[in-house]
């Protein structure tokens, strides 16, 4: 092997870790910011857009994203890699792509969606829809031959998902309690801060790997400059969002500063190879106050979106995809008097939201008829850990043998709570 | 230096990272998968992994393993690197791999095993037990001359531990009323399934290195087709593993999830070089089948696996040893219709678990006879984190001055419990 | 790009990926180590270094760091990167080295400093503090000159983060009811082990990336002993900190299991370049043993440094960069019997602590006088988290819609307590 193609080879193989690392963030965060009781569902959801999901992708989606084109819409045939890089790279960095816009799409509809109709929508999504848009985008189709920048995929995977995710939060209906007849909002408050942090964090690091990664080739010299814009852009969303919350709410926002940093590295996923890292923190800081108010513009469609991935992806993406137009070094509006880019990235976010929004709501349209997309409100009401899993996500606090918690323990009882709790194994429940 | 060594270095000091990674990966498993009162516990002997087993593993074992060939059986003297790669680099990944063989074990001897007998169980897995198995597949051992293929240890390191798992584990016996008189078994509910599941993540993260490291040369055209091998048959495993939890039990078991993955990685890890990617997803279905079936199996014997080693590690890890004669590309038997490798490779999993199971039972009778195996009942009832590490793993209920919990606040108390909580600091217990 | 240039850069991007993924450990080592009350708020923290502080480096510090040299004093003007390497790979690398020296004062300050305050230290931190620092050793500043050696910062980050954090911890003032008046230490427990070691394997992790990746060039024949240096340090005083525990409390303890580690990886940080292994594994263990001493002398000067920051960072810092001059293969006191390193990097790290400390001092008395250091004993009592950013931690245990907590559902409610919280939703509080 050539060593320039060893050293793609590792490059895209270790940044493909990275991406498909992710979906350990998109857990965490998720599990983090739902309440306790649908916790386990969340984490599962991930299970299956990396089981599901990648086999979809495997064995259909990236045919029809990278296979040759056909009429400028989608591919067939044998996957076309890049030239000094093996088929197999290639298609492995492309799973973890697939399975992050499904994965774009599990947070908005947490809390309340059968597990069998979420399992036909990653089939589908990583099957069909995604590579689809993939392919109008990066696989020789129309979007492509327009001459649409979307680097890494502020368009071709997050707004799209958040797309996904808007129609599907939107046909699913709200939690129960969520919203009052006034319209005002009811805030569930994220279960475990520390955790979706740690989500953020993780998701941060793969960012490295799925901007700078998608150049697939380790001799590219973006390579370095998208690598710091990916970084300057999101710490410059993170502290839009720290300040913005502490000027309107008077504290600093956890969710928010969590939110704004992902909403700077999703926008920035279109341009990071185009633009100079100034404009990549400008992109950065406009993102981490869309987030904030898009949360806002969320919540009076009256559409529940419990980890905000509508505000993150999809409004991060529609603006990372504009800003490219607008700060192209080359092209953009403002960089250089040029319109043209501008309007074909607006032509091209515009065709990946309506393709995310037709699909979906077909797709969910469809499913609710055969499977039935929402839980029973008593599913709901229990949590869909117990409901559909059989189990909650913490069990901190053991059962005794007769069905009471610890924390029942009759205040007769001489032993110390902890000393109680700590010794739960002396009756567990039992199983035939 | 070359160019060619230095992109080796980078590839294998990378790759070893992931796999030392690992460990923080089978810390949370393990620290979900437990009742709470033992999860610091564990956590402590993944530090004993890190600490005694990686000295014992650098001071002595790596020569056991890679030094000259001694009669086919042992390795004595200094490290026989790869060409092309420094000494160092070839040191650092093998330490991960004897870290993560003593890291199987320590999940199926769980809250219940002495740690003074763990630290000496480690020592003597790293030092000596697993180095000598690795000499035999690897380090031109008799199993390398017989022809045995076992690219990153299915057989040398996941079916060794298993076997060394299931010894223990039934030396040990099980924790206290675990298992009923008639058999039944009484179901301990895993205390935090966000952190398992980020264990998992981590695992199957960290699992690029461990497969795809194993090249140890970037150059080799088998290393992208390992990593997509890799990444497929843990989603294979992951999803056959859902689909039958939810067909047996009518729920998608989220510890069943993350165990058929887990099984469908250590099944590809001997055949990931050698197989086609169809037959990777194969290898991962049928391990991820294979763990449901294999956790009642172990139930059925009466022995403890508090994590499902045995299952995972253990049978995965036999299958994989063998699934590499039936579908390897070359020489498999389903592939080519040859039997001999099929044979070699039978005889090899058996010889390398018959080792496992006969040097733990001497070590742990051995142990049993000087240090004594198991903690004591009143101790196995506190809890191991407070009886042997003094201290709780989640301290989310603050003590008030008088030993009392918050939660034994009496009811006359005005404050809300949240309030009394959050404000524990007014009285904490003291230390001279 | 010439194919060396190309692979030093990927080997840097993706080491610094892993030094800026500390952040995601040092997040969870501190939300683990604090109380439950201030998880958040130390979580925040982290957000802050990686947002103002990342931009505060950007924008100013990395030209006073590594501009053109001004009277051995600070840098001016363009970056100088090394050559074969783009300089922002370079940028990148040093951005996460200025982000850590900031979040090992986190730390120390924990669970009552002022947000607003805090931001002002970490910008000035990085903006200012630190990159001055890191001139005079890396830049071409006056201990450059001199011959100093801190490969990769015990001494330009650890032991400068550590005398900040110290300077800081005493202006603050230990958090209430630490101290008792006859100066016996309160122990606060930590809140959340099993969290707290998976913030100590992420930075394990991420200090292969800190310290072999400081070589800045893929070809460096040093890189792999590094990394392997690395590790054993590591390992070896994770275990000193276990058996010094076991020997004096007659338990394992975890936090100095965590901090033993932390501490070995801090001390071989300026010497994993020049030491033999059988040198790092000495540095480690007495860096072990050092931080168990450190912690309680710490506790003798009645400040209150809630992570041990002092201990690993500024403790180990110190002994790593005064162990280059006793163990240096080519200069080293004990190795070659020449004392002249020995008081070059005796000189080196007094300069550098008296610099943290007087500039924190002058910082600290200054933020006291205009913004306040410290929050008020109610927020305090009622802990950062709610006092400063709204929202508690965890929460697990929901609301009733009157404002009681489940725990709190009166004894005549017929549901079992574990349901009432499973179904909290029915009642959230409400946002108009």
New interface residues.
């Given amino acids: 092997?050539p060593?320039?193609t060893?050293?793609n080879?590792?490059?895209?193989?270790?940044t493909?870790?990275?991406v498909?690392?992710m979906?350990?963030g998109f857990?965490?965060l998720e599990?983090?910011l739902v309440?306790?009781?649908n916790?386990?569902n969340v984490?599962?959801k991930?299970?299956?857009d990396?089981?599901?999901g990648?086999?979809a992708f495997?064995l259909l989606g990236v045919h029809l994203a990278f296979g040759r084109d056909l009429l400028r819409l989608i591919g067939i045939g044998p996957v076309l890699a890049p030239t000094d890089l093996?088929?197999?790279?290639f298609?492995?960095f492309e799973?973890g792509f697939a399975i992050a816009a499904a994965s774009i799409i599990s947070g908005a509809v947490a809390e309340r969606m059968r597990?069998s109709a979420y399992i036909v929508t990653v089939i589908l999504t990583c099957g069909l829809i995604y590579p689809i848009s993939a392919h109008w985008v990066w696989g020789g189709g129309w979007l492509a031959r327009l001459g649409m920048k979307d680097f890494a995929g502020s368009a071709a995977i997050h707004a799209l998902g958040g797309a996904m995710a808007l129609a599907l939060a939107y046909l699913l209906g709200p939690?129960?309690?969520r919203f009052?007849d006034d319209g005002?909002?009811?805030?569930?408050?994220?279960?475990?801060?520390?955790?979706a942090?740690?989500g953020a964090?993780?998701l941060?690091?793969g960012w490295?790997?799925f901007n700078?990664g998608s150049t697939l080739n380790?001799?590219?010299?973006a390579?370095?400059?998208i690598?710091?814009n990916t970084?300057?852009a999101?710490?410059?969303g993170?502290?839009a969002a720290?300040l913005v919350t502490m000027a309107k709410?008077k504290?600093?926002?956890?969710s928010m500063?969590?939110n704004g940093?992902l909403a700077g590295l999703v926008a920035i996923t279109a341009g990071c190879a185009w633009v100079h890292?100034w404009a990549a923190?400008l992109i950065g800081l406009v993102a981490g106050m869309l987030v904030v108010w898009g949360t806002g513009w969320v919540d009076r469609l009256q559409v529940d979106d419990p980890v905000g991935a509508v505000a993150v992806h999809g409004m991060g993406g529609v603006w990372g995809t504009l800003a490219v137009g607008l700060l192209d070094a080359q092209e953009g509006l403002l960089t250089t008097g040029h319109i043209h880019l501008l309007m074909v990235q607006a032509l091209g976010v515009c065709a990946l939201v309506a393709w995310g929004l037709g699909t979906t709501a077909a797709m969910g349209l469809g499913l609710r008829r055969v499977l039935g997309l929402r839980v029973s409100d008593e599913e709901?009401?229990?949590?869909l850990?117990?409901a559909?899993?059989?189990?909650?996500?913490?069990?901190?606090l053991?059962r005794f043998g007769d069905?009471?918690?610890a924390?029942?323990a009759p205040p007769e009882r001489e032993q110390?709570?902890?000393?109680v709790?700590?010794?739960?194994?002396?009756?567990?429940?039992?199983?035939?």
Same sequence: chains 1, 2, 3.
Avoid: C
């Fill in positions: 092997m060593q320039a060893a050293v080879t590792v490059w895209v193989v270790l493909a870790a990275l498909l690392f979906e350990g857990s965490l599990a983090g309440r306790t009781k916790a386990v984490t599962m991930i299970f299956v990396l089981t599901f990648a086999l495997y093996p088929t197999a790279a298609v492995l799973l597990f939690r129960r309690n009052n005002s909002v009811n805030v569930f408050a994220p279960s475990n801060i520390p955790l942090s740690a964090f993780i941060w690091f490295f790997g700078a380790a001799s590219s010299a390579l370095a400059p690598a710091l970084f300057i999101a710490a410059a993170g502290m720290i709410f504290v600093a926002d956890p500063a969590i940093s890292t923190l709901e009401e229990d949590g850990d117990i559909l899993h059989g189990i909650p996500a913490y069990n901190e053991e069905g009471r918690q924390l029942f110390p709570v902890a000393m709790w700590l010794s739960g194994d002396q009756s567990p429940s039992s199983r035939p």
